[in-house]
């Protein structure tokens, strides 16, 4: 059964400090992964998009890995803002022809205190 | 902004009453998605059109129907409301029609069915 497991489910960190989340899937054939932040009420924004070929991508102060072998990825967060509050999903690609097949993972809810 | 708009912002209505909700893709955009998301629930796929004709279909309830117009923009109608179809639309819109396509989200449509 194609899954996106994130964990952990939230997380609580101070400003300033740096955090990791992750993303475990289960699905076949793999295309792509790709990281999402969701603020509270809105609409989702890509951060990043990884095929399997890939095995780290950058955007600003985040930072994605990607395992192919063992299908896991991960979100490094660095020098947390406030402002990186928000909901980060993992969503993968279940093949490149049908779009009903992109698995949600159900979120990881980060708050950042001052 | 990611370019897709949606009307209205807030929508709040009876059971059993039909609603509509409006979705206008970035320019360019030839893809349309439609997701719901429940009170702490991840993202549903529900509908994708492409260059107005429908191209996968997801996890849509028969009371909902969706359509494309030629000018792009795309319409969802909710019908026989109940108290669980309250939640967050979302739509997404995406140049190509493949579910490897980047989806950029418009700000979602809040549905409270009182």
């Known amino acids: 059964k194609n899954q996106v497991e994130q964990s952990p489910q939230s997380l609580i960190i101070l400003e300033g400090k740096n955090c990791t989340l992750q993303?475990?899937?289960?699905?076949?054939?793999?295309?792509?992964l790709r990281w999402y932040k969701q603020d509270t009420g809105r609409g989702p924004v890509s951060l990043t998009i990884m095929t399997f070929s890939e095995n780290t991508k950058s955007n600003g102060r985040y930072t994605a890995t990607l395992d192919a072998d063992t299908k896991q990825s991960s979100l490094h967060i660095t020098a947390s803002q406030l402002s990186d509050s928000a909901s980060y999903i993992c969503?993968?690609?279940?093949?490149?022809?049908?779009?009903?097949?992109?698995?949600f993972g159900t979120g990881t809810r980060l708050q950042v205190f001052p | 902004d990611s370019g897709v708009t949606q009307t209205p912002k807030h929508l709040i209505t009876a059971t059993g009453q039909r609603v509509t909700l409006r979705c206008s893709p970035r320019s360019g955009d030839l893809s349309v998605y439609w997701y719901q998301q429940s009170l702490d629930q991840g993202l549903q796929f529900l509908i994708q059109y492409y260059n107005g004709e429908e191209r996968a279909k997801g996890n849509i309830l028969e009371r909902f129907s969706a359509q494309q117009f030629p000018d792009l923009h795309s319409e969802l109608n909710l019908s026989s409301l109940e108290l669980g179809d309250s939640a967050l639309y979302f739509c997404a819109s995406s140049v190509g029609g493949l579910a490897n396509s980047e989806q950029f989200f418009g700000p979602g449509t809040r549905l409270t069915v009182l």
């Open positions: 969503v993968v690609s279940v093949g490149i022809y049908n779009t009903d097949k992109l698995i």
């Open positions: 993303c475990n899937y289960t699905v076949s054939p793999f295309s792509n």
